[in-house]
């Protein structure tokens, strides 16, 4: 057995050591994960960049159960070798929010205040292995975490998280359904993980964007959009107009970064009695807020983070169906050892053209910024 854990330590901002850490021991109550593929999030980047205390970061994980306590077997109904992908929280299990189920929000799982998260939790809270960019990954007590089908691809796997927010804020919380029009707001991978929940559920589907994320758009269409809108050059309520054959649209969601334009946008667009949900932050106020055009058509507001366990599992059975080239989603694939670049690459220093980018430790190290094979 391994005894020596390689893992890319983030030690300042954008700053990573590889380090070697002693192999945790496995308690009676928890286990020891063998990372198989991490997925780069954008709150990876964030975090990243303003690192203080060292810490491992990653936290979109799959992999294999490497160690396992007999207490923790029983309780998560796991053995060894069983391939599992993981939720970021590690949530009490006792507090209000956890008992409403939304464990998502449990102060325990906030790292800012001296609680416990994969992928943001410093390496001086023993036994340090908290992230996904290292070989082993210890398993909490309290993780959360769901079978991966052998046939899922581990780039593939890596998307869970990203594609469960996506069900979360389609099905779970705007309760999207067969025959309804949503519109997206932001190609991004949010966005494009908000077009496969609302096909998935019937929906028809316009995805926006600007010219500066015109591929973006033209991979929204190759996975199933119905429509979609480059505002640089296109006029979105006449687009909508058409779309919906004059309704407007069911649901709206704003899931671009920075301008408060598209958030203004999405209350024209929606129809009366519609939801417009907001996902992304713009860290600014939006002056001259039309709260006369909510009331006069009875739109339903709603701020969505995060998933749970229910839009995890509709996420896993999403992408090992088969039925959307998913694939196509992953843009770069790099070993444990270009950590840093893969970072980089996502947060749009790196390589060019990113979208989900992935780390997968077992992957040799190759040279830079090879591009993922979409059969790989
Ligand atoms: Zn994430
Ligand atoms: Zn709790």
Redo the contacts with the bound molecule.
Sequence with gaps: MVNQVLAAVAWAPKQTQLREFLRPEVPQDGGVLQVETVGVCGTDVANYATVREPRILGHHVVGFVSGLGAEASRRWGLHEGDRVAMEEYI?????????RGR?RA????DSRRGGLRYGNTPIDVPPALWGGFAEYLYLHPNAVLHRMPAHVPSVEAAMTLPIANGFEWMDVECGVRFGQTVVIQGPGQQGLACLLAAKSLGASVMVVGRQSSRHRLELARQLGADAIVNVTHEDLSQKVLDFTGGDLADVVIDVTSGGSDPVKQSFDIVRRGGTVALAAYKHQTIPAWDVDQVVAKSVTVKGLRGHSHRSVEMAIDCIADGRFPIHLLNSHHFSLQDTDLALRTAGGEGEPNPLLVAVSPGLAQVKKGRHSNPSS
């Design positions: 949530p009490c299990g006792q507090c209000k929010e956890c008992r464990y449990c102060p325990f799982t």
